[in-house]
């Protein structure tokens, strides 16, 4: 029974991290500006704050790294890398850190993000697929973690509710 | 209590090292090229890139529905028959404005074909690059269709990129605004050549052109055929901005509008066999005997 309930746990777990990766490859199609969100980037970082298991939020960041890099054009391994370094210091933070409260999201999404665009232009640029970052990328990345830093708060903030109502 | 918190940190930190590992070793197997990873890719492109499409036909369903219904739920309390009428109608016309356009966008792509020789598949952009590092979309064509690494894409009013990666039935396309992006083209009319570079916003930069002295806003490139990617004579964009060149620097700095509406991409023109234009000497090509 108990391995039922863990299967669907990892089959629920699936569902979210594809329909992330999915998502965000749609909305940032009909919708410019969502080009700035990194969805996947959010999920590992929750899932690491939540779960709180820095081999579960491992595997999750390795896989949703590796999803966004196969549906763009960026070097198989270079999201997958960064997401997976993102996941496993969420985790760990998560375990020192009472990542419950809004100016520690604040905190760890701005740099999560920030440092996710960093991560993936330099193993862009090892590589040999990336191009020198220049002042416009950093601001695309300081725009891409506010917003990602926004919307995280939003979304950590109504799963908390959530998950209120339901316990 | 104190022994086994050690070892679930040790643990993790191996799985760690482990993942760091195993996706460096893709990065650098990549960047050598000794062995051929597109199999992953592919896999993975395959498993998401048809619930990409079919989310992208949901969204398109739900806002036909939405514009065509919902929207129109307020007025039908106080309506009669003839409103409903009139609705139905507004639904039909709405449908056919929407078919209208889409036979025109699909007319200059045929229109388009036929001043290409060689075959093309028409092909719908489903989805558009996940990360912002890279200014890519994915196609619902693949290599079932003849659509394979290093095929020109285009719409009707331009080229607007090359497929870099494909799988069985999607593909995906680098938009000639990547910043990886680099198309050989010639002026129009002055026939001098040059290359543009994508600068990863929303224009190209030109390049590598011997003279640039008689260049003005408005002037039209199109492809060289020399990178024996795009075939030779298709539009590229038109110069947008010319800034006097500073100090030291060779050139002007001269920004190219993409002629293709790269923004708002639907349907575009794969060119999957493309015609022997540019006749360029392959030292890697057997001789005739």
């Known amino acids: 029974m108990a391995r039922i309930t863990s299967l669907g746990i990892v089959g629920r777990l699936a569902v979210v991290l594809v329909a992330s990766v999915i998502t965000q490859g749609i909305l940032a199609l009909k919708l410019r500006v969502f080009g700035y969100f990194d969805l996947p980037l959010i999920c590992s970082v929750y899932y690491g704050f939540v779960l709180g298991n820095p081999i579960a939020s491992i595997v999750i960041g390795s896989s949703v790294g590796l999803m966004q890099d196969s549906l763009s054009g960026a070097a198989l391994g270079s999201n997958g890398f960064s997401k997976t370094l993102i996941g496993f210091v969420a985790a760990s933070a998560g375990a020192k850190f009472n990542v419950d409260q809004a100016i520690t999201r604040v905190f760890a999404l701005f740099l999560f993000s920030i440092g996710d665009g960093l991560l993936v232009s330099i193993l862009g640029l090892m590589a040999g697929r990336g191009s020198a970052t220049n002042s416009s990328d950093v601001g695309n990345w300081l725009l891409s973690a506010t917003f990602n830093t926004l919307l995280g708060l939003a979304l950590f903030g109504y799963h908390d509710r959530w998950s209120d109502a339901t316990t | ?289």
């Open chain 2, 1 to 289: 209590m104190s022994r086994i918190i050690a070892t679930s940190k040790r643990s993790g930190y191996i799985a760690l090292a482990i993942a760091l590992v195993i996706q460096t070793g893709l990065i650098s197997i990549q960047a050598s090229r000794r062995i051929d990873t597109s199999f992953v890719r592919a896999w993975i492109l395959d498993s998401l890139a048809p619930m990409e499409k079919l989310v992208d036909r949901s969204f398109l369903g739900v806002a036909y529905v939405w514009d065509n219904y919902f929207v129109l739920i307020g007025l039908h309390k106080e309506n009669d028959q003839l409103k409903a009428q009139l609705n139905d109608l507004r639904m039909k016309y709405d449908r056919q404005e929407e078919d209208l356009a889409e036979d025109q966008r699909l007319r200059g792509m045929l229109s388009m074909r036929d001043t290409i020789t060689g075959r093309t598949v028409v092909a719908r952009v489903v989805g558009r690059d996940p990360t912002r590092s890279n200014a890519t979309v994915t196609i619902d064509k693949g290599l079932s269709h003849g659509v394979k690494p290093d095929s020109a894409v285009m719409t009707a009013d331009g080229i607007v990129g090359r497929v870099i990666h494909s799988s069985n039935f999607f593909s995906i396309v680098q938009l000639i605004i990547d910043a990886q992006s680099a198309v050989g083209v010639m002026e129009r009319s002055t026939r001098k050549q040059a290359i543009l570079r994508g600068n990863g916003g929303h224009d190209l930069d030109l390049e590598y052109t011997d003279d640039d002295t008689d260049m003005k806003e408005g002037d039209v490139f199109v492809t060289s055929g020399l990178d024996r990617i795009y075939p030779k004579g298709l539009p590229v964009g038109a110069i947008g901005s010319v800034r006097p060149r500073k100090g030291a620097a060779l050139f002007n700095t001269i920004v190219v509008r993409p002629s293709g509406d790269i923004g708002r991409l639907e349907e575009v023109i794969c060119i999957v066999d493309p015609p022997e234009t540019v006749d360029v000497f392959d030292p890697t090509r057997p001789t005739a005997p």
